[in-house]
């Protein structure tokens, strides 16, 4: 099954910050609202952050003014830039996108993010 493939996670220190990126398997693929999930060592998965074709945005209110999601729609790749890090927001972030002709949830295998304190 086609998975969407994130990188640039990694381990990092509280207020430092790192940048990830999702994209899909195939360029064809397009996409409608995308997003990024965290699931926490406790395996809870929250939604992060999302972003539709138009650009409106949406934020957990745990990262607002901290993180920026954005996707460049001429390369096909959606990025979260997360700044001013807190060990809670340690977990695996997962990309997720709804196929623009299919309507299919695709999901990435997710990309490791270890805040130390």
């Known amino acids: 099954q086609e998975q969407l493939v994130e990188s640039g996670g990694g381990l990092v220190q509280a207020g430092e910050s790192l940048t990830i990126t999702c994209a899909p398997p195939k360029i064809s693929i397009r996409f409608n609202t995308m997003a990024w999930y965290r699931q926490a060592p406790d395996n809870q998965r929250e939604l992060v952050a999302s972003?539709?074709?138009?650009?409106?945005?949406n934020y957990a209110e745990s990262v607002k003014g901290r993180f920026t999601i954005s996707r460049d729609e001429i390369k096909n790749v959606m990025s979260l830039q997360m700044n001013s890090l807190k060990p809670e927001d340690t977990g695996v972030y997962l990309c997720?996108?709804?196929?623009?002709?299919?309507?299919?949830?695709?999901w990435g295998q997710g990309t490791q993010v270890t805040v130390s304190s």
């Open positions: 997720n996108g709804i196929g623009r002709v299919s309507g299919r949830n695709y």
């Open positions: 972003i539709t074709v138009s650009g409106t945005t």
